[in-house]
Nanobody, 123 residues
Framework: VQLQACGGGLVQPWGSLRLSCAASGRPFGWYVMGWFRQSPGKEREFVAGIRWIGASTVYADSVKGRFTLSIDNAENTVYLQMNSLKPEDTAVYLC?????????????????WGQGTMVTVSS
């Protein structure tokens, strides 16, 4: 089972990027997908999460109203649309899969991790 995240890059403040996370397979028991981010010297923080079934979502307060999750069940892919990006959004973004029945903001509830994609917001 592998998670492949891509879509990062350099963008100016107030710009947009779309990240994607493709799963090579989805074992029985996977219920949620999450996006986290990590900057140098900081702990990994929850950004957003979505359930495979029903597509209910949870967002961190820092991204609410700017980031949007969507899901393509047929392609086993989750998308994170990021709008109105700010310099403080700069980080490595990682996608992860977990088996909780509801979206969790706790990094320890996610068992499979992708390799991360770098997002840099700078003028």
């Amino acid at each position: 089972v592998q998670l492949q995240a891509c879509g990062g890059g350099l963008v100016q403040p107030w710009g947009s990027l779309r990240l994607s996370c493709a799963a090579s397979g989805r074992p029985f028991g996977w219920y949620v997908m999450g996006w986290f981010r990590q900057s140098p010297g900081k702990e990994r923080e929850f950004v957003a999460g979505i359930r495979w079934i029903g597509a209910s979502t949870v967002y961190a307060d820092s991204v609410k109203g700017r980031f949007t999750l969507s899901i393509d069940n047929a392609e086993n892919t989750v998308y994170l649309q990021m709008n109105s990006l700010k310099p403080e959004d700069t980080a490595v973004y990682l996608c992860a899969a977990g088996s909780r029945s509801a979206v969790s903001t706790n990094v320890n509830d996610y068992h499979y991790w992708g390799q991360g994609t770098m997002v840099t917001v700078s003028s």
